[in-house]
């Protein structure tokens, strides 16, 4: 099942993690997907063993008088009615507890993740998180004190309606003694049959309540688990002349204003193609449009002749290298974290060190302990961590190491010092070799060389052109590009 959960988790659309829903669903699946279907199981061989239980304790008693046997079978109605009520709250209170219990794991991570200690000790926010953990927590026992009322309510109703049926048959044997249609040695094991019968009824019913509970946890799942794409062969990589967005458009799930709003850009194969843009204009949302990790709501992104639609699934990310600017420090070696460009393929060491000189990676990696092999974590023996930019440098080695027809670098010199950015954008042509490079940056010294430089508005393309187009358009470009030059000007040049 755990296997089962992972494979919709790793399968569905980038688009999915953009919904609160969908992390609410998979919390759901995470907890009840380990134990409903035990559950189930358990409940139906409780279930199936007091029914053969009740069968022979109900010919059993027949044979004393058939009166008995409906009377104590009416008494499991009560059970059964309030039973299936009681699972419905439980359901619901869990469908309502999501969220909160996701904040709750949030919470605990804030206070205590490593990547998190730092600024939680630097701000001393220990106090105030654990504040809103116990708020969040207090609540949470307050909403489950009410649900455990309810729940008792309806178990004593139960209970109550399944004893007065009990009580009833008893006066019924007694009757039936008094009356002389029993004798006092038959009314005694017709007694001791009453009771064995009026157990194994509770344990129907409490079968078939772990069962029907379990079934809406259960129906929950499999909506999540539909979810599940069609097992797809692995996409090829396809070489292009030109990838074009044509009046592309985008909206993150429960958001009425696009994040992309009718956008076309062109990308020839050998270009380095810029996105420059305030924050919020839409460049990562684009960028992922064009890599394919979001289907385009309105419009379509072309490869060559062939909208992305109707080429072999996965064939825009098989063929695209992606470093995003909050990229991922994988607690894994040098050469592992390289290597994760290629995921499936065999490691190949020289590719691997060609990324690393390309990236600058090579610069520091023989400083390390144990060079490609150096363990990139403190929380295991053995393991070093790196700067900011020496992660940054590593992660583009990974992109470089892909060997993709399209590489997309998203603020790719966020945390290099000026050498190296330089060193790298001065390179980046040779490295890339023919192939095409998508860049995203706020640093206009970047993407000044840039083939073509397209700026973002809102969502939509303001501006597009050569570095020396857009100043003589005097734009948006023109005024962003004065503003961040001005930092470097001496004060009587402003």
């Not at 699934?313 to 991922?328: H, K, L, N, W």
């Not at 600058?360 to 900011?388: I, K, N």
Request: charged share 20%.
């Amino acid at each position: 099942m755990w296997h089962s959960i992972l494979d919709v988790s790793t399968g569905v659309g980038l688009w999915n993690y953009e919904d609160p829903g969908f992390f609410d669903r998979l919390e759901r699946v995470r907890v009840s997907g380990l134990t409903r279907p035990f559950q189930v199981t358990s409940g139906v061989i409780a279930a199936l063993g007091s029914a053969l239980s009740c069968i022979g304790l109900g010919l059993t008693l027949v044979t004393f008088n058939p009166l008995l046997l409906p009377l104590l079978a009416f008494g499991g109605l009560p059970l059964l009615l309030t039973s299936r009520q009681e699972s419905r709250l439980e359901f619901r209170f869990n469908v309502t507890q999501t969220q909160p219990s996701r904040l709750r794991a949030y919470l605990a991570i804030l206070m205590t993740g490593r990547d998190e200690a730092k600024e939680v000790r630097a701000f001393d926010m220990v106090g105030n998180l654990r504040r809103r953990f116990d708020a969040v927590y207090s609540r949470y026992l307050d909403d489950l004190r009410g649900h455990l009322k309810r729940r008792t309510a309806l178990s004593v109703i139960g209970q109550s309606g399944a004893a007065i049926v009990l009580g009833l048959t008893l006066l019924a044997l007694a009757w039936m003694v008094t009356g002389g249609g029993l004798t006092i040695a038959t009314a005694g094991a017709a007694l001791v049959a009453v009771r064995m019968l009026a157990s194994q009824i509770q344990g129907l019913t409490g079968g078939v309540q772990a069962v029907f509970e379990s079934g809406l946890f259960i129906d929950d799942l499999q909506d999540f688990l539909a979810l599940a794409p069609e097992p797809a062969t692995a996409a090829a990589v396809r070489p292009f002349e030109q990838i074009e967005s044509r009046q592309v458009s985008f909206s993150y799930p429960g958001r009425r204003t696009p994040a992309v709003d009718g956008v076309s850009i062109r990308i020839r194969r050998g270009e380095v193609v810029a996105l420059v843009g305030e924050n919020g204009s839409g460049k990562s949302t684009l960028a992922k449009l064009i890599a394919g990790l979001y289907p385009p709501d309105q419009g379509a992104v072309w490869w060559d002749d062939s909208p992305l639609s109707e080429l072999p699934e996965g064939t825009a990310r098989a063929s695209t290298a992606v470093i995003f600017q909050d990229f991922v420090h994988y607690a894994m070696d040098v050469r592992t974290n390289i290597a994760l460009g290629q995921p499936e393929q065999p490691v190949n060491d020289d590719g691997i060190r060609r990324a690393a000189a390309a990236s600058g990676v090579a610069d520091f990696v023989d400083e390390l302990p144990q060079g490609y092999e150096t363990m990139l974590t403190r929380m295991f023996d053995g393991g070093h961590d790196l700067s900011g930019g020496q992660w940054q440098r590593l992660a583009i080695a990974r992109a470089f190491y892909r060997d993709a027809p399209l590489v997309i670098l998203d603020e790719p010199s966020a945390a290099l010092d000026p050498r190296a950015e330089y060193d790298l954008f001065s390179s980046l042509r040779s490295t890339i070799e023919g192939r095409s490079a998508l860049v995203i940056s706020h640093r206009f010294s970047t993407v000044r060389n840039a083939d073509r430089i397209y700026v973002l508005d809102s969502g939509r393309v303001a501006e597009s052109g050569t570095h020396d187009e857009l100043m003589a358009t005097d734009g948006i470009y023109a005024e962003l590009f004065r503003l961040q030059a001005t930092a470097y000007l001496p004060d009587e040049s402003r």
